[in-house]
């Protein structure tokens, strides 16, 4: 649904964008009787056009997309106050600001191949910030980009703003635009039109984020558990058997298991050794989960954590507690410990707190780029947390996806009799369905997407681990 409403949004951002001077001159520029001189050069000169327009919106809002995402946004309030503050000024019919008061250049058209400076200007247009602005959206869409971190999201908005820009110069240039290019700079009444579309779009992009649920987790792994994802690579533990690795269109079962990727490497465990894919293999009885980077690697034995720089593979004790499975971050190792998550600087061995919650229980941390990524579990929900790569609140954290507790309350009632009227506990968290209970454990993170292993036991039946994908986009 996000994705429809910001391509929409973006469209008409880029439509109404053809209204400035530089609007009006691509038309006059690429018609038969301007620049062009002939109908074959025009319609070239429109498709190369149109290819620089769309490059120009994905170099510019892809961009700030990845920026979001490299800085661990994942802000989607953030993003609907954005949004709603900018349909207010369309809305209004405000004058933009700040306004970027800069033309093309005019002197492409005189010294290059038509076709060439076509695809050139496209470029200037679709970057959007380089010429004028004629509407709030332009700027929504770079904070939206920014606030969202969704890589993808950014590309489609630059995709639909870039065909927004192109749209109107293409269908008038081949005509010499006539009647509809004079009424375009003749009729504000069409301009202010737009900028209330605008606002209806930006409106409604503020109520998707606003309103967006929590993401529906799909099942992707039956009987696997504890993922580790590296680009297109997909490590899976599986108990009681060897591990797998998958990439697109590929599995193979590995010679070990606990496997994890990073870093572009791959490592497991077999027997009482660590093996690194293309790098050393470590001693480590009594291993249960590892962890890789390009340059480390770590893992968990007999309830302490053991790291080794990869150049010499000799084994350092980090620490000794209740800890959880470890991830690396290039030299950072994350992990949870008594119900915390930590993180250890292995070079310097600075140790500090990255998220701890009284009366809650913070497990399986993961971490893409600057976000990190954790479970938190209370007596009333388990959820699925994501946020920045640095200490902080978990207040401020965003739910991608929640369930109920691992524990069951009582029924708030006595047997045989319905619930007291003002009852103190009222309301009550929801219960786990009638003799199931999961647990969620550790957890995966990707650009666009979060893995995380559920431990669901059923009444007379064995626990069973399944591997969980729940999307970021447009979830809270």
Known sequence: MLEAVV????????????????????????????????LRTTLIACATFTAGALAGGVITFGALAL???????????VAAVIALAAALGEARNARIVPQVRRQVPESWRRRMPVPLAAGLYGVLLGLGFTTFILTFAVWALAGISVAVGNPATGVLIGLAFGAGRALPVIALAPSGGGRAHTAMAERPKILRSLRALDAAALAAVAVTLATAPAQAATVIAIGYADPSVDGPRFALHRPGANGELRAPNVRSELPGNHPAVGGGRLAYIAGASVVVDGGPVIAAPGADAVAVSYGYVAWRAAGALYAAALADGVPVQVLVGDVGKPVLA???????????????????????????QPRAQLLGPSVHGARLTYIRATYKRQQVMTGVLAPRRTARDRVLYGTTPSARRDAGHEPNRGNARGHINKPLWKRPPKGVTDTLT???????AVFVTRVRQVRRAPARADVLRVELTASR
């Open 330 to 356: 290039g030299d950072r190792l994350i992990y949870d410990i008594d119900g915390r998550i930590e993180e250890v600087h292995l070079p310097t061995g600075a140790r500090q707190v990255l998220r701890r």
């Open 442 to 448: 550790t957890t995966a993170t990707t650009a666009d």
């Open 7 to 38: 391509i929409a949004a973006a469209l008409v951002a880029g439509v109404t964008g053809a209204w400035s001077p530089c609007g009006f001159s691509m038309v006059e520029t690429l018609a038969p009787s301007g620049y062009a001189q002939r």
């Open 67 to 77: 920026l979001g995402a490299r800085l661990g946004a994942n802000a989607p309030y």
